[in-house]
């Protein structure tokens, strides 16, 4: 991601913080949205 960001001219510490957030809310929502899919079938 920070390789993609310097090509496109774009600062690179933001892009990789918003990759890291990205992917702790992906990692803290999953589990909740399997139990909600797991308890509708």
């Known amino acids: 991601m920070s390789l993609v960001a310097i090509a496109l001219h774009v600062d690179a510490a933001y892009v990789a913080?918003?990759?890291?957030?990205?992917?702790?809310v992906v990692?803290?929502?999953?589990p909740l949205v399997f139990k909600l899919l797991k308890r509708g079938t």
């Open 27 to 30: 990692m803290a929502a999953a």
């Open 17 to 24: 913080l918003h990759h890291v957030i990205r992917i702790s």
